[in-house]
């Protein structure tokens, strides 16, 4: 197809990097580990944020806004908290810099040293919980329902564009409220506006679940969470949200009055995603030509390439297609007539399909003679000869059924990979041939769980919402489990 | 009027920072100069974020994302630039924390210094410059248009909530151009833009002009800017527009190839506008009362407050506002039904008022039994008693009117506040008992400007593009001039 893509089946996360470049999603930058990401790549992100934002609020939460650094001493607050995320975190050390004195340029002015360094945010609990001290009082006060737009910084040491760098975007909402009971039901409330909006918008099947002791939240008393599947068997942990039960309340000192004017600690969530969404939504859908996007987060739904010789034909061509441009535009759709001549159609082609535009449009001088159009599907590469009077129609049919189709797909996929297994031998077979969600027993041990990722690299990505209560017994240990949990190998 | 609000006349200052906080805009955060956007601030933030941005697209602008960090040789590369920003950056120095040997907490660990420190953004023009040299090669890649929301921080030693604070909110607009004519009328195309938003959605009105050459950004050849007039007489810029040159072109050598084939410089803006118009929003309109925001950015435009005694008659109030209230939001009027039996009619008013909403509907038992409504108007505090049946109407008109009103009021203080003065005497003077702009013939020299500067704290805010040509003679040096140009104390 002269994209010079590298197959799936010859190296899946060689054609990944590829095609993110390609598509023009993003780049790495000068800055170890930062993330340069590009006008089509943030277009398909501030679709998501639109709809994740809109069911934010849909469910009561207020944006509001943190400080980007955390003072030192507040990370240290919380034990488990600091645990997690003192390892990796951007220190800042001085505030001003200095002509050098050798004129080689600028250096850090070590009389401009902070009395106490700051943290540039991995997560925000801590100054979060820190404010929330001068905003909750009383019963009156709760709930408080905000969330927060904003980047933050874990220094990994391996980056993988969206996957895994450096700084990255995401909202993070924290929440706290009276009891136990209201907390839990907004966290899961929030796993499931998650799951929605994976299924729903991005066309990314999920597993709701529950999260072992030891892959949970720094802080967390437990972590709710989405799994999807990838095309190459690995799972991808989409979202999570934390039921953080008391534990930043008490290392904040966030307590309320309650109605009969005793104080009590406040119950705490926290939940996000990231621009990591990117990375599963092109690893679930896209295919050796480019990307597959959802009609419901392309920037671009429709195209339109005209097929011409000389400027009397565009002229024809662009005569007719405005109307339909303007009907398209009318009822929603976003579309883009690329009448440029500094590219051949078949370049163009090219392009929007590895662009991942969920329709084509084609017409060329027999097309305008027929009034016919030639519509192009991206998920299956189908075409089909239009009518102009029906082509309105036969793109929202279209539009409509490819977020069907790849929902589906994916789900296919997802299901055919999902093993039940109850011997480790045949574990760790099927994990090498065949990839994907195994479905086994295991003794609910942190050493059992860490002994498998050791020997296999699979981790127990949840433990299901809908898993069926049943005895067995460990497959590694023999000892006994009361419920099966899924293990896969991850991103 | 209980909201125990300094008066501007006793202390305009102190009436800021206090209204800021009690209307629940913003607060200091636990982090020395940064603070925390609160959701009724950042409300009115989102609002304003949403018209630029559309404002921005439609004039062709894509949205991306650049990293946070920038190496420090970077900001070394644009010599003028460096001066200007590395006098107050935060620097990234280390990358990880550990625990410390006391168990006292944790400390930086010295293993984990970077080779080369990272300054957080005080803004992008160094590391967007630095990817552009990848993106352009041919004139057909040019122009870039591109904008970025983000955060920045500058270390201010002196802050003040939104005016001045070390991390702010902003948006970014980093262009390139094939020619410098092209760059300078998108230069000055999103002054105008600014302009435009300025005035017909903050209802603040602006001067249009250049500034002299000390107060241009570092590493311009030109900057536009828009100057609004605060209540106590004092300036503040509200929005930047640079013509850049070539200097970043040069400086990360990005070169494209003309249609002839040859290599030449790319011609270079930015401009940006930040948190700083919730200052300038919040002091250009708002009164001993409180805010006074203006409709087109309010988060709740309409408030409704039920007068009653006991819950039968706040039954027959809901259900006759019901109608009403879905009757305004089908009209994309947003509005909010306050029947919280937490809080006293008064206690209601006094809020709204404080938090500057428009229009506010009270309602008792007898509107109810005369089919009318209580309407008050914000602006001047003008109450009404309305029939049920032009209420909605009525509203609408009103939205308007505030809008407009607003608008007017400022545009009156600011044309009352522009005077002409000859003499440096006359200047002082009126400098001190007035207040506002001075138009005044200056010599065009540095020294001239910052001698006044050193004397009156006054500067030059901008030679307005309108300025009529006319000979003259500077008031201060006596030194022939060929236009007069503004100047004022400013925040």
């Not at 705490?268 to 959802?294: E, I, K, Q, Y």
């Not at 060329?364 to 009518?387: C, F, H, Q, S, W």
């Amino acid at each position: 197809m002269g994209k010079n893509l590298t197959k799936r089946s010859e190296d899946y996360s060689k054609w990944y990097n590829e095609l993110v470049i390609k598509a023009d999603l993003a780049e790495n930058s000068g800055v170890r580990g930062c993330m340069v990401i590009k006008p089509y790549g943030y277009a398909i992100w501030e679709k998501m944020q639109t709809e994740l934002d809109r069911m934010f609020k849909e469910t009561g939460h207020e944006n509001a806004y943190f400080p980007l650094f955390i003072p030192k001493s507040y990370l240290s607050r919380e034990a488990d908290h600091v645990e997690g995320f003192a390892k990796e975190c951007a220190v800042v050390t001085h505030y001003r810099l200095k002509n050098a004195e050798d004129g080689s340029g600028v250096v850090v002015d070590p009389e401009a040293k902070l009395e106490e360094e700051l943290i540039v945010r991995p997560t925000s609990e801590t100054i979060i919980w820190d404010t929330y001290r001068k905003w909750i009082q009383s019963y009156r006060d709760l709930p408080v329902l905000v969330n927060q737009w904003a980047n933050v910084v874990r220094w990994e040491m391996r980056t993988r564009l969206f996957l895994r760098t450096a700084e990255f975007l995401w909202q993070e909402g924290h929440t706290a409220h009276a009891t136990r009971e209201e907390a839990i039901a907004e966290a899961e409330q929030m796993m499931g506006v998650y799951a929605d909006f994976a299924e729903n918008f991005m066309g990314v099947p999920v597993i709701r679940g529950v999260k072992s002791e030891s892959e949970r939240f720094a802080g967390a008393v437990e972590t709710y969470c989405i799994e999807a599947l990838m095309q190459d068997g690995k799972a991808l942990q989409a979202g999570t949200s934390h039921f953080l039960g008391q534990n930043f309340a008490k290392a904040f000192d966030v307590k309320y009055a309650n109605k009969e004017g005793q104080q009590e600690y406040v119950w705490a969530t926290s939940w996000g995603v990231s621009t990591r969404l990117m990375g599963a939504l092109v690893m679930t859908h896209s295919d050796d030509n480019g990307l597959v996007l959802p009609p419901k987060l392309a920037p671009i739904q429709v195209v339109i390439v005209p097929i011409y010789k000389g400027e009397d034909q565009l002229d024809a061509i662009s005569d007719h297609v405005a109307p339909l441009v303007q009907e398209l535009r009318s009822r929603g759709i976003s579309v883009k007539y690329d009448n440029r001549d500094t590219q051949k159609p078949g370049w163009k082609f090219n392009e929007y399909e590895l662009k991942g535009v969920p329709v084509r449009l084609a017409i060329g001088p027999r097309d305008l003679e027929n009034g016919t159009y030639e519509v192009a599907r991206r998920d299956t590469m189908e075409k089909e000869i239009v009518k102009g009077e029906e082509v309105v129609d036969r793109i929202e049919f279209l539009l409509d059924d490819i977020q069907k189709n790849i929902y589906s797909k994916a789900l296919n996929y997802r299901e055919e990979h999902i093993t039940k297994v109850d011997s480790y031998e045949e574990f760790k077979e099927l994990l090498e041939s065949k990839g994907g969600f195994f479905s086994a027993h295991w003794d609910g041990t942190v050493e059992t769980e860490d002994a498998i990722k050791e020997e296999t690299k699979a981790t127990i990505r949840c433990i299901p919402l809908d898993a069926e209560e049943g005895e067995g017994v460990c497959m590694y240990s023999g000892k006994p489990s009361k419920r099966r949990v899924l293990f896969a190998k991850a991103y």
